[in-house]
């Protein structure tokens, strides 16, 4: 029986026998088992825990900012072996479900990203397409339409990502800058079943793993950078830091007023500032915070495409990323990305509502749940035109539509996000009142996005913890951090008046959410 949160009560560790993932197949042989000193350091710097994607980008950051500041990143399992590792493969901005400032922030991020990846030639499989959201809800197409007309009309730099597809011939709203519009129909878009679409620029797809398993090789191939796997962190207490200590701090008397010892299952570390990359898990160390950050288990398959019906037809491409939604009575809220050639796998993620209790509260990804799994290999199929095709053409030049049938999966995995109580990432520094103090940061709860968030986030936090004015007025580093994501003492006790989560899962605010305006 997986690991289940009791309402208000923190989880656990993470699990030691994780189910695998597809992303996880081809492991870093640098980090596999990695401890860079066979001993913990009795003292460093910064202490980040947790080696996914944010974990990665603050240290990335704080490295940029510090060349020469001690950082000691502690994983409970293998690195990148959480969230991070077991997602859907995409990165992609809320271009028209996110207040339009959001947008904008998750638009930086992914340019932020694909920068990154282009100036180092990241071998991460990054790939730039459009998105296809595929409505298989008349009414919420309608809504979405309505917001859609409301961007283009008062932010048009956003709405210029974006264009309607309906049936038929009706006309669609303004064309991508790089789509032409006789492309625009649901036959081409391989969705034709839809009640409409919603097509955008910028759906990135990845492996996140190997971007993140290259960041940390870098840092350790430049020095001071230390990270421990298979080192749980266990509890977090307050210290002074001795003099001499920190880095971030020189000239120091005595003693320097907020340390931290952060204890583990190998010993204990002092640090003047530890950051906590730990999303789903965060209560496990904040206990104040088991009912604001709320583990949700997810699940993902990687699927086999139907052979073509004959030799020498291409294989099966799809050309976009996708993501299927539909109305409450079906909770459909999926999403889809292709491998590339030779193996071209579907790595197809959804069907939360027919896991046990919808995964709410659940901490444990070493099993997957049948129900949900059989959706996965069933559901594909009804949902969307799998059929090869020659490119460029449309449902009624095909021919060669694949039957409805189950796909066959190579790989079947679970995921722990963290579902945020108010709907948005908690970042900064943690007040006292919940169980932080001077020197203890957060960066976590995306709700399921942390992609198109989490870098960003992170390089806020650093920020924060290194500002670039002398008079640490610049909380943000110039990174337009969302108002919203601010980790602070007023935030959370608003946010303990809100819905819990249960109660926005049950009324579909954590699908697509239209509810925004």
């Known amino acids: ?137 008349l009414e919420l197409f309608n809504t979405a339409k309505k917001i859609i007309k409301n961007i283009l009309e008062k932010h048009p730099d956003i709405g210029a990502n974006i264009a ?25 878009l391989r969705v034709d079943a839809a ?32 990270l421990q796997t298979n080192t749980p962190v266990t509890g977090l207490k307050r210290a002074d830091v001795p003099a001499g200590l920190s880095s971030l701090q020189p000239g120091t008397d005595k003693t320097a007023p907020g ?44 699927l086999k495409p139907s052979p073509p019906p004959q030799p020498a037809k291409r294989p099966l491409n799809i050309g ?7 109305d409450l009575a079906d909770r459909r809220d999926d999403y889809l990305v292709q491998r590339p050639l030779p193996g071209a796998e579907l790595i197809y993620g959804g069907g939360r509502i027919r896991a046990k209790g919808h995964g709410l509260g659940v901490w444990d990804d070493s099993t997957v749940d049948e129900p949900v799994a059989q959706y996965l290999r069933g559901e594909l199929n009804g949902l969307m035109d799998l059929s090869t095709r020659e490119e460029g053409k449309g449902q009624g030049e095909r021919g060669d539509r694949s039957p409805k049938r189950d796909l066959e999966p190579t790989f079947e995995w679970a995921g722990i996000m963290g579902y945020s109580r108010d709907g948005w990432p908690w970042v900064g520094p943690v007040p006292e009142s919940a169980g932080g103090g001077d020197g203890l940061w957060l960066c976590a709860g995306y709700s399921g996005g942390g992609m198109p968030n989490a870098a960003l986030c992170a390089k806020a936090v650093v920020g924060m913890i290194i500002p670039d004015d002398k008079d640490g007025d610049d909380m943000a580093d110039r990174i337009d951090l969302p108002p919203e994501y601010l980790l602070t003492k007023e935030r959370l006790e608003k946010a303990r008046t809100c819905e819990t989560i249960a109660e926005a899962d049950e009324r579909g605010a954590f699908m697509l959410d239209l509810d925004i305006f």
């Not at 922030?105 to 296809?132: M, N, R």
């Not at 640090?271 to 583990?295: E, G, K």
């Not at 976009?320 to 539909?326: A, D, G, I, L």
């Open 320 to 326: 976009h990323t996708f993501y299927f939604v539909s």
């Open 259 to 302: 340390g931290w010892t952060v204890r583990t299952s190998r010993g204990d570390i002092l640090a003047r500032h530890v950051i906590l990359a730990t999303n789903a898990y965060t209560s496990y160390l904040l206990p104040q915070f088991a009912d604001i950050i709320v583990p949700v288990k997810g699940q993902v398959s990687s």
């Open 195 to 226: 009640e409409g679409a919603v097509v955008q620029q910028n759906a990135g797809s990845l492996w996140p793993y190997k971007l993140v398993a290259f960041l940390l090789e870098r840092l350790l191939a430049a020095g001071d950078f230390n």
């Open 1 to 137: 029986m997986a690991a289940r949160v009791l309402a208000n009560s923190p989880t656990g560790l993470p699990v030691d026998n994780p189910s695998k993932s597809y992303w996880l197949t081809e492991p870093s042989e640098i980090l596999l088992g990695h401890r860079t000193t066979k001993d913990l350091p009795q003292a460093t710097d910064v202490v980040i825990v947790g080696s996914g994607i944010t974990g990665a980008f603050a240290a990335h950051c704080l490295k940029e900012k510090a060349p020469n500041l001690n950082v000691v990143m502690l994983e409970a399992r293998e690195a990148c072996s959480g969230a991070t590792g077991r997602n859907g493969g995409h990165c992609q901005p809320a271009y028209y479900n996110s207040p339009p400032h959001i947008a904008v922030f998750e638009h930086q991020t992914f340019s932020y990203l694909k920068a990154l990846v282009e100036s180092l030639s990241i071998p991460c499989d990054w790939h730039v397409t459009t998105g296809v959201h595929g409505y298989y809800s």
């Open 164 to 188: 309607v597809v309906t049936k038929g011939d009706g006309e669609p709203y303004p064309c991508l800058q790089e789509v032409k519009v006789k492309e625009l129909t649901l036959e081409t």
